[in-house]
């Protein structure tokens, strides 16, 4: 016969049983998610590719809270409020200007890309299915387009992956037909898939 020692003691061990179950449902470390959730992680010290010594930037060192200089609506309704007057953007991202860079991000093809071949892309910090619900910042993502007419064979599954795309990058406010359009841009040389960590972590 169970005494009511035994059953006290049973029912605190159910009781933390459910707690620990509880906080990792709310935290969800790594190794407890399937498929690990995939993140930019750190950048490399030096990016070459081609004899071409590619400036490794992050978009973390392109991030400024930058805001547009006129009224902006998005496809969704919401409207980002412009500051008017022109921000200034900060000397060390204004010298990126026409420089050899490499970034890591994910790759948003845009409409007009043909299948597998992506010719014209969004290139964000963050994977996301739309750069205004998700509520990302003009300095969080660029416009990006490939050096060789051909585009880039990008398979499915690498849309989801942290790219490094390399090429020559542009700053500055750009408007088409009258309409403000972002801050950044690329002409991409090329890409580098992220590889694929065991189980997220290793």
Known sequence: MIRKLDIKRLIRSLRWVFLCGCILLVARPAWTQWPAPEKLGAAPLKFVKNNINY????FDDLYFSYAPPVDVEHPDGNVTKGTKVPMVIPK???????QKVAIKGFVIPLANSDGQTTKEFLF???LVSCLF????GYDQWMVGDTVNPKGFNITDDQFEQPIT??????VGPKFEDGEFVGIYRIKADGFEVEKKKFLGVF
């Not at 619900?133 to 990302?136: D, H, I, Q, R, S």
Request: glycine content about 8%; charged content about 20%.
């Open 92 to 98: 060390e991202i204004q010298a990126l200007n026409g």
């Open 165 to 170: 795309i390399y090429g020559t990058m542009e």
């Open 124 to 126: 964000a910090d963050e």
């Open 133 to 136: 619900c998700a509520m990302l």
């Open 55 to 58: 400036k490794v930037v992050t």
